[in-house]
C-alpha cells in the first residue's frame, strides 16, 4: 500500500514539476498554444516522427499576425518566439548587447570537445568575443581573393568529374560535399582531399562523422534543451575522439611540412600560424581554430548549393537566365574572376533565393542576458533574463505576408535593390544578422555562387525521378536542412 503510494506521489510530483512553466506566458498575458505535459509543444523533439521545424511551423502558422510573440514550451521551458522582422532586428542588432549569447554556448566540454573549444557559435561573452576577433581578419576580401584561384581548382577537378560520369545522376548533396571539402581542404591547410578522385577520401568521411548527430547526441540535446540546470552535467559531445585525432594529425603534418620547407602561403593555416606567434597558442588551440572553419565550412554550403541547384533544375527559366548572365562574364576557361563573380546580380540573387527556400539552418536563437522589453505596434513583453528568444528562419521566409507566393522559385523578387532591403528589415536571416552573424558568410558566398556559376556554365541541370520531391520531407534525424531521399540531378553537358 505504501509502496503504491509512494509511486503515485512520484508520478504527481513528476507530473507538477512537468507543467510547472505551462501557464508561464498566461501569467505575463503573452499569447501561446496549449502545451502537452511531457512534449510541451515540440513533440518531436522527443518522438523525432518528423523535424521538428514543422512543429515550429504549426506554432508559427497558427499565431503569426496575430501578435508579434508568441511563447512556447520546449518540453517544460518557456520560449518566446518572434514573428515580426523588426522585432528580429531589435534582438539581432539594436538590442544586441542584451542578446549576444546563444544557448548552444553552455552545451559543450571544452575538455571533450576540444576541436570546438574554440568555435565562436559555441563560446560568450568575453571569450566568443576574443575568439571571434582572432578568426575575423581570416575573411577580408584581400585574403578571400587570395584563396579564390585554390577554388577555381576545385572548380575544373568538379567539371571533369561530372563530365567523366555523365550518364550518371548525382545526388546533389554529395556532389556539393565533395566539392566543399575539396575547397575548405585547400584553403585551410592547403591540401587536397581528393574527393573526386578516391571512392572513399578520408577527409570527406572524417566531415561526415564530425557532423553526423548520433542518437546519444539527440538524447543529450533534448535533456539539456528540456531541463537548462542540468547543462553543468550534462555535456554533448560533438566529435569522438577518432575524428578530433585525425584533425590534429593532419594540422600537425601539414605544420611540419610548411615548416620543412619553408612554405608561405596566404591561407588560413597561415592567418592561425600568425595567431600561434602572437597569442601563444598551443596545438590544440590551432587544431580547433581550423577544425572551426572546416566544420563551419563545408556542410552548411553543400547543403545550400545543392538546394540551389535543385531549384535552377525545376526551374529551367531561372536556370537560362542565369546561364546567359554567367556565359557573358566568363573567361576563356570558362571561369569567372573574383571581382566579377561580386558583381553578378541575377547569381547572387539566385543563390539568396535558394537560401530563402532551403536554409541550411532553419532557426537560430538568443539567450536574454538582462531582462529587457519587447514591443511592436503597441504590444509588449517583458523578457526576462535566462529567457531562451527563438528566431524561426525558415517559417519568416515562408511568410506570405513578407513574400508574396512564398513556395514559387523566383529570384526576381530580388530585383531593384530589394534583396538588400529584405536583409536590412531581418526578413531574410540566412545568415543571422548583427553582431554574431555567420562569421564565414562572405566564404560561403564566394565558394557556393562560383559552383553554381561553373555548373550552370557546362551543363544543363534538370531533377532526376529518383527525387521524392512530392513535396520534399526534412530528415528528422538531422539538425540542418536535409531532405530525405537525397536531390537527385542529371546532367547534360552543353558545348561551350
Ligand atoms: C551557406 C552557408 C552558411 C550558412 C547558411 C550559415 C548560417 C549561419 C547561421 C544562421 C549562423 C547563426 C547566426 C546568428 O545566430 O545570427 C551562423 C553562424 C556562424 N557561422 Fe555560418 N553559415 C554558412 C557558412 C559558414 C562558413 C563557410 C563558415 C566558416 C568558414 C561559417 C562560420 C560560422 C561561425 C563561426 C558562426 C558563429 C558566429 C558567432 O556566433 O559569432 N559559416 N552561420
Ligand atoms: C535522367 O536520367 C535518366 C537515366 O540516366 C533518364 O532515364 C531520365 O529520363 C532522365 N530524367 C530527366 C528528367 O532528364
Known amino acids: 500500500m505504501i509502496f503504491i503510494l509512494i509511486i503515485l506521489a512520484l508520478i504527481v510530483s513528476v507530473y507538477i514539476y512537468l507543467t510547472w512553466n505551462f501557464d508561464y506566458w498566461q501569467k505575463r498575458n503573452v499569447p501561446a498554444p496549449k502545451a502537452t505535459p511531457f512534449f510541451g509543444n515540440t513533440p518531436n523533439n522527443f518522438l523525432r516522427k518528423q523535424h521538428v521545424t514543422y512543429d515550429i511551423d504549426k506554432i508559427y502558422n497558427e499565431f503569426k499576425g496575430k501578435t508579434p510573440f508568441v511563447g512556447f514550451i520546449q518540453t517544460r521551458e518557456p520560449q518566446l518566439m518572434l514573428l515580426e522582422p523588426e522585432v528580429v532586428k531589435d534582438v539581432l542588432i539594436r538590442k544586441f548587447n542584451a542578446f549576444r549569447n546563444n544557448p548552444f ?32 581578419p581570416a575573411f577580408t576580401i584581400n585574403r578571400l581573393k587570395v584563396l579564390y584561384p585554390l577554388i577555381q581548382d576545385v572548380l575544373l577537378r ?6 567523366d560520369k555523365i550518364d550518371d545522376t548525382f545526388d546533389a548533396r554529395e556532389l556539393c560535399a565533395k ?5 575548405v581542404s585547400n584553403c585551410i591547410f592547403g591540401i587536397d582531399a581528393q574527393s573526386f578522385v578516391k571512392e572513399k577520401p578520408e577527409i570527406r568521411e572524417m566531415g561526415r562523422k564530425l557532423f553526423a548527430p548520433s542518437t546519444l547526441i539527440f538524447v543529450k540535446m533534448f535533456i539539456v534543451n528540456s531541463f537548462p540546470f542540468l547543462k553543468k552535467f550534462v555535456k554533448v559531445q560533438f566529435s569522438t575522439f577518432e575524428v578530433q585525432q585525425f584533425f590534429v594529425d593532419l594540422m ?49 554550403s553543400s547543403i545550400a548549393i545543392a538546394h540551389a541547384l535543385y531549384e535552377l533544375a525545376k526551374n529551367k527559366r531561372v536556370q537560362n537566365k542565369l546561364r546567359e548572365e554567367v556565359n ?135 531533377v ?25 540531378l542529371n546532367f547534360t553537358r552543353l558545348s561551350v
Open 252 to 300: 600537425k603534418q601539414t605544420l611540419k611540412y610548411r615548416e620543412e620547407n619553408k612554405i608561405q602561403r596566404e591561407d588560413f593555416l597561415d592567418h592561425v600560424i600568425q595567431l600561434r606567434k602572437k597569442k601563444n597558442l598551443d596545438e590544440t588551440a590551432m587544431a580547433s581554430h581550423t577544425i572551426s572553419f572546416f566544420t563551419d565550412g563545408f556542410e552548411t
Open 464 to 488: 532526376n525521378e529518383k527525387t521524392q520531391d512530392n513535396p520534399l520531407v526534412l530528415d528528422p534525424n538531422e539538425f540542418l536542412n536535409i531532405k530525405i531521399g537525397g536531390l537527385w
Open 105 to 136: 554556448t553552455d552545451m559543450i566540454d571544452p575538455k571533450n570537445d576540444p576541436l570546438f573549444a574554440q568555435n565562436p557559435f559555441f563560446l560568450k561573452d568575453e571569450e566568443w568575443k576574443e575568439k571571434r576577433a582572432e578568426i575575423t
Open 179 to 183: 566539392y566543399t571539402v575539396d575547397v
Open 328 to 462: 557573358k562574364n566568363c573567361d576563356g576557361n570558362g571561369l569567372v574572376s573574383f571581382e566579377t563573380l561580386n558583381e553578378m546580380s541575377y547569381l547572387d540573387q539566385c543563390f539568396y533565393e535558394a537560401l530563402r527556400m532551403h536554409p541550411p539552418a532553419m532557426f537560430t536563437s538568443r539567450i536574454c542576458d538582462e531582462t529587457v522589453d519587447l514591443e511592436f505596434e503597441g504590444k509588449k513583453v517583458t523578457v526576462d533574463k535566462g529567457m531562451n528568444v527563438f528566431l524561426p528562419i525558415i517559417q519568416m521566409h515562408y511568410d506570405p505576408e513578407i513574400f508574396l507566393e512564398p513556395n514559387k522559385f523566383h529570384p526576381e523578387r530580388f530585383d531593384d535593390g530589394e534583396l538588400k532591403n529584405y536583409r536590412d528589415r531581418c526578413a531574410l536571416i540566412p545568415f543571422g544578422n548583427g553582431g554574431r552573424q555567420c562569421l564565414g558568410m562572405k566564404f560561403a558566398l564566394m565558394q557556393s555562387k562560383a559552383a553554381l556559376a561553373a555548373i550552370v556554365h557546362n551543363f544543363e541541370i534538370s
Open 158 to 163: 568538379m567539371v571533369k568529374y561530372i563530365q
